[in-house]
């Protein structure tokens, strides 16, 4: 699957182990930054996400912060994005099982280190089960 991945300073750590990651498992990661846990604005990194996702050129997205709150209000200010922020397994499975969520939002001092890797790994491998939920969706992206 090929990944973007972009975070603020606030979650450079874990961006930095959920790409090494994804990488062992044969996905094929695009870092967008931030490089360091400089203080930084962190729109600079996450809109990028955001804008390659909804342009088709990756399949999923995944953004960090410290809480995951800016990172998702900001992902989903871009048409065609659906941005979960997810703090546990059950709401990485539900955001893309219910809302086909195509980029996920972490907040690293939320959990730590090996829940964000199990979330992530939830939010790849769960499939949209579509039906009622579609046309939802669907109205979103309009």
Known sequence: MKIAIGSDHAGYTYKQE?????R?????VTDFGTDSTASVDYPKFIRPVAEAVAAGEYERGIVLGGS???EAIAANRVKG???GLCWNLE????TRLHNDANVLSIGERMMDSNTALAVVDVFLTTAFEGGRHLSRIRQLDE
């Open 91 to 94: 709401s990485a499975r539900l």
């Open 18 to 22: 959920i790409i090494v990651h994804l």
């Open 24 to 28: 062992k498992a044969g996905h094929e």
């Open 81 to 83: 994005v659906r941005c």
């Open 68 to 70: 995951g709150n800016g």
